[in-house]
């Protein structure tokens, strides 16, 4: 059984910063793809950002410049470092884990609210 585990969600006012964590744990090999996504209330699913085993990154056009994704192969964690963050930034984050082609496996979400 595969798990991930969000932390680093909260309130912070608009400019501020904050750092999301997902820990994958369970029986896993290896880990493909690490990523998160986010949804607000009302609005449909959206890619924030996404990362590679090998480095490759890909982000939504709405956080280019401002959100850094990063990966930590031997602890199975994928990181979000949010900057000037935007009251339109306010979402449940949801971290996913793609062990393969196949396998996809998704966490609960953390909520981020971001005030103006």
């Known amino acids: 059984q595969v798990q991930l585990v969000e932390s680093g969600g909260g309130l912070v006012q608009a400019g501020g910063s904050l750092r999301l964590s997902c820990a994958v744990s369970?029986?896993?090999?290896?880990?493909?793809?690490m990523g998160w996504y986010r949804q607000a209330p009302g609005k449909k699913r959206e890619l924030v950002a996404r990362?590679?085993?090998?480095?490759?990154?890909n982000y939504g056009d709405s956080v280019k410049g401002r959100f850094t994704i990063s990966r930590d192969n031997a602890k199975n964690t994928v990181y979000l470092q949010m900057n000037s963050l935007k009251p339109e930034d306010t979402a449940v984050y949801h971290c996913?884990?793609?062990?393969?082609?196949?396998?996809?496996?998704w966490g609960q979400g953390t909520q981020v609210t971001v005030s103006s």
């Open positions: 996913v884990a793609d062990l393969d082609v196949v396998r996809s496996y």
């Open positions: 369970g029986s896993i090999y290896s880990i493909d793809t």
């Open positions: 990362m590679g085993r090998s480095g490759g990154k």
